[in-house]
């Protein structure tokens, strides 16, 4: 007889304490977030007592050391978190995603002891963080930023334009990445209230729109040696590491819509009856969804055998592609699955009071940040098998 403990479980049988946590995430999803979500889409603006509330519920330093504050998590409890909040609200889930996918990921991976102890407890108990990479005229070539720092004394001056910057409205940490003079690209950590940051207005969005996403901009602003993320002029490959597993989180976030707007439609489809039956007893209503349905399993295990690679730290190429292939077949799913899904619910998946068609509005953007499909396909065709 075969002993099944010899072979490995699939990605998708989560071990019972990332069980537990999902279910943990799910129940603060639906009971704090669901309620919210329609005034905070129409308001364009997360409700400040939900982002405390995140904070509280150790969701927004899922991997930060419990000596820290954080929940003492891993990669693969970022994913699980993301996922579901954003099966409920794609909006909150980017500011969940910024903040752990990205600066709290960055500064766990390439931060030093001190960057550690500055900011590693902030993040996990109330301060929010942006990444700020893109800039108007370099957006898929990010790495022709104009954004400056010079040496200066003891420390630094950067100046510059960062536009798009997601959660800026309410960060007090901001990830930067400029040109160091003579040196090359860096990151840098950079305190919100320094004097000369000034986040603009949050630009009106089709998506996502109650995740802020503002221009940030740096006129003189002086920093310490200390405020260097890794070393002065690795910011590239500092910037590859980070996005890597911020893609990882944005394949989170569009396979929990995809899981939302699924459930969304097979729910009405079961209840909604026309011609004397419900309509999901028309192979034409379920027969797409069961369709999509595979995608999404596909898509999902695609995602978390990624994370999986990522956390043991695979081979950098393979991580590579398959964070590109994790977040381009996520994008793919989650809009596919939101437009059928509005189709799903006729003219009611149409109007606000169905959750569809804000998930559909929200899957666009998938396709575009954390770099767009043409660029994932860039790094797939890079990255032979
Ligand atoms: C809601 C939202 C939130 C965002 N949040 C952040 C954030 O938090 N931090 C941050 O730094 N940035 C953020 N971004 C920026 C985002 O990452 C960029 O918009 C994205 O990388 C695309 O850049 P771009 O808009 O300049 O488009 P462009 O680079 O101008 O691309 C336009 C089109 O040209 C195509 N293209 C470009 N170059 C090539 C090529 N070599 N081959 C084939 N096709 C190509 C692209 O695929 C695209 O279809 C956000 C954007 C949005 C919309």
Known sequence: MTDLAEFPAPVTYLPADDEAWRSKVRSFAESAIGPRVRAMDTAARIDPELVRELFDAELMGVEVPRAYGGAGGDLFKVVLTIEEIARVDPSVAVLVDVQNALVVSAILRHGDGDA???????????????????????????????????????????????????????????????????IGLTAFLVDRDTPGVRVGEPIAKMGVRASSTCDVTFDEVRVG????????????????????????????????????????????????????QPISAFQGVSFPLARLAAELEGARTVLYNTARLVQRGGEPAARLRMTAVAKYLASEVAERIASQAVETLGGNGFIPDYPVEKFYRDAKVGKIYEGTSNMQFRTIAGTHE
């Open 116 to 182: 550690r102890r500055r900011h590693l407890l902030r993040l996990a108990t109330g301060t929010v963080g942006a990444y700020a990479i893109s800039e108007a005229d370099t957006g898929s070539d990010a790495f022709a930023m104009t954004t400056t720092a010079r040496a200066d004394g003891s420390g630094y001056v950067l100046s510059g334009a960062k536009r798009w910057t997601s959660s800026a409205a309410e960060a007090g940490l901001l990830l930067v990445f400029a040109r160091l003079a003579g």
């Open 225 to 276: 040696r200390h405020n260097v993320l890794g070393r002065p002029g690795t910011g590239e490959l500092l910037a590859i590491e980070t996005l890597n597993i911020g893609k990882i989180g944005i394949a989170a976030q569009l396979v929990g819509l995809a899981g939302g707007a699924l459930a969304a439609a097979t729910g009405y489809a079961e209840t909604r009856t026309q011609f004397g």
